[in-house]
């Protein structure tokens, strides 16, 4: 079984997180023993190694520069602008706004109030990537979750979504 760090807090769930340098992250509620967390861990060594195997693999995110950052949220604002524009006009679907981010754990989110921010990051990734990322978030404006309807949803529009999902998790990012 692999070692984690335990938080315990006022919530109802057990759940698993590998942090970026592949710590396990073990969050359980306040009243929950030991022997349960342990074997929670332990029922889950699979996903344990199959997504450190992930991490080992993610890009590298080195030192940017302000330079560089600032280089890549205009580059983000513009071409994530334009490449949700043109899949929302061919998925049908409309974000009251796009934001670009500094988001380091996800690329992209959908809020509740319609609006889709993408992380300056994701500028990083090959363009199936990223065009991928926008289509998922659009779909979230239709489905806020990740039940079936919402992937054949993502599937109708983006038939090789899984094969860009995989490559998004994959890819060396561009330099």
Not at 67 to 76: D, N, T, V
Not at 81 to 101: C, D, F, N, Q
Not at 114 to 135: Q, W
Request: hydrophobic content about 35%; charged content about 30%; proline content about 4%.
């Amino acid at each position: 079984m692999h070692n984690y760090t335990l938080i315990r807090s006022k919530r109802r769930t057990i759940s698993l997180r590998i942090a970026q340098n592949c710590d396990v992250i073990v969050r359980a509620p306040l009243f929950c023993s030991k022997i349960t967390i342990d074997k929670f861990v332990a029922d889950h060594e699979s996903w344990i190694e199959k997504h450190i195997k992930i991490k080992k693999n993610e890009p590298s995110i080195e030192e940017l520069t302000k330079e560089q950052i600032k280089c890549l949220k205009i580059k983000a604002k513009k071409e994530l602008t334009e490449k949700t524009r043109i899949y929302s006009e061919k998925i049908g679907l409309y974000p009251a706004y796009v934001k670009i981010t500094s988001a380091s754990r996800r690329f992209g989110s959908c809020t509740q109030k319609n609006g889709i921010c993408y992380s300056y990051r994701l500028m990083l990734y090959p363009e199936k990537a990223i065009d991928y990322v926008v289509v998922h978030e659009l779909c979230h404006l239709k489905h806020k979750n990740h039940q079936k309807p919402f992937y054949d949803l993502v599937k109708m529009h983006m038939p090789d979504y899984k094969q860009r999902d995989k490559l998004l998790k994959t890819a060396t990012r561009i330099p």
